[in-house]
């Protein structure tokens, strides 16, 4: 009837795993609850018994660097992490994403964590992580491993996170190196969900002015959030230039698989978009990288 | 869990599924934080936890625990606390801005926008204009008074930081203020609206009040074939389940035409999702929605309707007795056929205007309180109410007088709130049941429900002569005026007289098929389909404009409806017609802004992917019903024994302002302090009829009933004092709370004693009733009065994107006069942004019947990063009848928006845009057929 029964705020990682583990009903993680409230009151999610609330474990709100690597805990709000000076020197295409969610109120209660374990195509800051090629660091009864973000998702909607077994509790990005920058856009239609018509981030990484490696995530653009290798192939070894970013443009339209939904985008548009986008989105990066053009 | 709320501590357990916002409203009783949409999107809930904004709909209550919370009702007292002067009981500066600058329309947003921006100025003690509106993204308000409450947030953060108190607004009054007409007056209900202490519907509480939900078919169209409530009657907690068959009085309702059934009975027809089949009164609303799920109906379904034109074919099915023709229309003026082939140039094309949802920030609700007495009292936010109590005591079995509407304060109407939503069913309920009953919609079944603008196709075909004269204007519109009639008829006939323009032509013909079909019903809204009209003939004039090679401005200029001029219904208009001077005004000021050539697109320093230009549009709207329909209200005002007057009529407040346009009325004839001044609205028993708030006439018609009411109690007091001071009454002054004559001087409070020593009566009662108008088709005058306007908007197209934003809109507009400039900078902001809305973001989609948009996130409203720069001006062309020349205000503001924001974005970008709101792929996919600029 309700639409839980029982709510659990967990005071350690541990505990959240333990209440996951014994509750015999049905259970869930909640972050902020910003997307899994509001599926389940709007029918796209059965009801949940027990909720268990990973905001009070401050271990998942730790912001700091860590042995070589900028640590965002998983409950860090969208908020914090778009205002956090450590982000934005580190992982701009990040704090550009997570500033761009929703609105203030949705960021002072939504998480990167639960952007992430919601596992939508075209989440924002999902996007952004992927191009950071962050790790995410998974918490369970046997303790911690990590996983590439690229391996964190199975389809729409579905992460591959054990639900009663396991807890995202973070992500580890590299931390950014003389010549590397990052950037991150998106195209929003006007009317109905604020959802991105199409998103796109790009780590970049520049010796001089070529392009010594790069990494492109977009989404929607596949079931599950992913990185446009093709594109980064065509890119590396390359300067930045009108024909160069076409030339990716190609390589791009040729492995994504763009769709067209209701009331929100054509394909045809979706991918003329996508050239707006990388040809933006890659210059932006170069520039956060420290190159002029 | 232990927390606090406004300083207070709290130790309570949380409830199952509770949210922040229900803990506050249920628990705590603290109901000025309002619920708006239950979604996370509209920010109406927003309150601070630790310092920090948060929407308390989508925040369990739970996680409250050792926490912080500051909710409206705590914020003065938070400002005593955290200022070096403390005085106990004042606001704190937001608030007072608020007030002093007309930042509070209905109020309803009020709450959430001054929390969120009191956690802006709590972090930084600067803000911008760029600040404020990053911070109030996502906190909405559809009065959209945006740029007043902006003002009133920087003016704030000025008072905070230095100490002095908070600045006036710049706001134009009438160009030739009164006494008290014409001046800047605050809201009475301000200060209500700004503590969270202002009561709405869903705030009350009675003793024993059930809660009341509904089964609706949600199919487009079947018949009812099998219904069983058996198992939710048995539901423990459930009072009453009631269907068709329990119904004591009339099944059906409408507002003119009674053809929409409360509850549709077996083998009956349903027309579309939101038809009810049964109701519920439960102890809880959760044990009411359990209850619905326990229902069983069965249907057969048939052929779903989904357009006007399918409807008109001779195989459709047919929806209603008498057809799927709700009205067809017509206007004739001369002979097209001559004057087409009399004309040099011809233009035709066809148009599309979208269905449109009011989205009025506060969701319908009703109470019903059963009295001991056998009568039934309905606590309601209606624009109606003596429209409510004749068709709730109609469907109760009960006489009109048997039934008391008592109006609430109305979150936004816009034309949303005229029909039955909640009210019969929660009579209904309450009568059955015996107790109170609430009937409080969730924003789903708001856009499920309730009456939304028609969507229309329009065809129009002008003819003209090379020097721009134009001879002669055809147009066919198809108006889908869905299941059921509401206020459909006339909806469409604004539509059709209005879709020539406010221009004289020789030659007119109109027809429109108002059609019923499977989709929501649709009825009034704001612009009450002279908005659709318009947008088809504003976006024709610029195409002929083109075509002839003639700046659209002098097109429109040599063609405009003046003084002595006939319209397309034969009436000739004998006064009160600004709109050459609308146009001239806006003319000089865009071309101030925008050049010699403002409708040259532009290349962008800086922004090289983007285009601007300016594009413009005129408008004209009836004020009042008009059409030969009787159009009167009636008022009383009364001198109290402690000197103060109150105003009494029924008409409504939906946050427009009426209640302060009637207290400067009354002020004025007077001679009053407007603050002497209080008025009594929208309660049956209480009030006289004051006729439906709608077609913009309540200014004008219960306006006039309030000031000759005023002027008439003026008269009694004039003659009693002359008799006490043997005088005549003509030499009688009235000033502030005295009366004198010479050097004789009375307080009112004593003349009303003296009055009722006297025996004379201390209320005066005035029926007004409007000069008459003849039906369509008669010639004559349609309608008393007219307002105009004209526009200019300016827009930014990006060209690798297709994406459009407003920039700048400069809008004139004739009101006859301005009552309440503060008042009517809050309609004409927020008619413009709502103009803007239609132009750009707004779409009601539905798909073979079933709304596509059933949550307030697929329907965008205007925030508060997209609002254009707003430069208005105030044209007053008194009208003879109007109280001192007004005429209606509410409407016109919007109309001429959107068809300026059209043609800027073909000037800008080459894309004609037929279809609303603004497709950005069809705007990109015009430059990748390589036309750029
Ligand atoms: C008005 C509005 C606007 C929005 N705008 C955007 C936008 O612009 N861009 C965008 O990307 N999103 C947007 N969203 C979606 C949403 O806010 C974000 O995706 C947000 O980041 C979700 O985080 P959360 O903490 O609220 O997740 P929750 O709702 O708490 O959780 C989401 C899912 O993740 C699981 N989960 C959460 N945390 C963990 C964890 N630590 N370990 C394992 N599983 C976990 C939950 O069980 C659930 O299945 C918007 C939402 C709203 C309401
Ligand atoms: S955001 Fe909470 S009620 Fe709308
Ligand atoms: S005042 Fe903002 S919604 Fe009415």
Redesign the interface.
Known sequence: ???????H?SSTTNDALKVLKNTSESVKI?SG??DL??DI??GRHEEVHT?V?V?TVPTMHVLEILDGYLHIGAANLH?VIAQSPLVKEHAAALATASGLI?????R??GTIGGNVAHALPAADGTIALLCLNAQADIASSNGFRQVPMAELFLGPGKSALKPKEEILTGFDIALRKKGEGSAFNR?M??????IAILNLAVWISMRADVIADIRIAAGPTGPVPRRLTAAENALRGKTITDKTIAGAYEAATGEVQLRTS??R??QA?RQ??LG?LLEKTIREAAVNAGVKL | MKFTVNEKEYTMEPQPGEMLSTLLRERLGLTGTKIGCNEAECGVCTVIVDGDPIVSCTYPSARIDGKEVLTIEGLADWYARHSDKPIAGKLHPLQEAFISHGAVQCGFCIPGQIMTAHALLNEHSEVTSDSIRYAHKDTLCRCAGYPTIEGAILSAAKSLKTGKPVEPPHCQSSGKPLHSVGTLQVRPDAVAKVNGSAIFTDDLQFEGMLHARVKRCLIPHGFLRKLDVEAARALPGVKAVLTAADIPGRQNHGLFTLDWPALVGINERVRYVGDAVAIVAAETRDIASEALKLIKAEYEELEVVDNPIRALEKDAPQLHEKGNTLKHIKVRKGDVEKGFAASEVLVEHTFHTPTTEHAFLEPECSIAVPLANGRMEVYVGSQIPYSDREQTAAALGLEPEQVRVVGQLMGGGFGGKEDIAGQIHAALLAQAAGKPVKLLFDRHESLLVHPKRHATQITVKVGAMKDGTLKAVQTLLYGDTGAYASLGEKVMARATTHSSGPYEIEHVKADCYAMYTNNPPAGAFRGFGALQGQFAIESMMDILAEKLGMDPVALRRKNALKVGGVTNTGQVLEDSVGLRECIDKVDAEMRRLGGKNPFKAAAVKEKPDCRRAWGFAAAYKNTGLGGGAPDKAGAEVELRLDGSYQVRTASAELGQGLVTVLRLIAAEELQADVNKVDVLVMDTDLTPDGGPTTASRQSYVTGNAALYAARKLRETIAAAMAKEWKCKPEEILLKDDNVSFASNRMPLSQVAELLKAQGADTMAFFEYNAPETKPLGEGGNMHFAYSFAAQAAEVEVNIRTGEVKTLRIVAANDVGKALNPLGLQGQVEGGIIMGMGHALTEEYIVEKGIPFTDHLARYRVPNFTQVPEIISQVVEHPTGGGPYGAKGVGEIVSIATIPAIINAVYNASGTRVDRLPVDQEKVRASFSGGQAV
């Not at chain 1, 009837?1 to 709510?7: D, F, I, K, P």
């Not at chain 1, 929703?102 to 949705?106: D, S």
């Not at chain 1, 239609?189 to 604020?194: D, E, H, L, W």
């Open positions: 009837m309700a639409t839980w029964q029982y709510y705020n909640i609850g910003t409230l509001l009151q709007q909720l609330d905001n908020r929703g609105g203030p109120q949705v002072n209660i195209t239609r006007p009317q109905g969900v604020a209701r009331h985008a054509t548009y003329d978009v707006n």
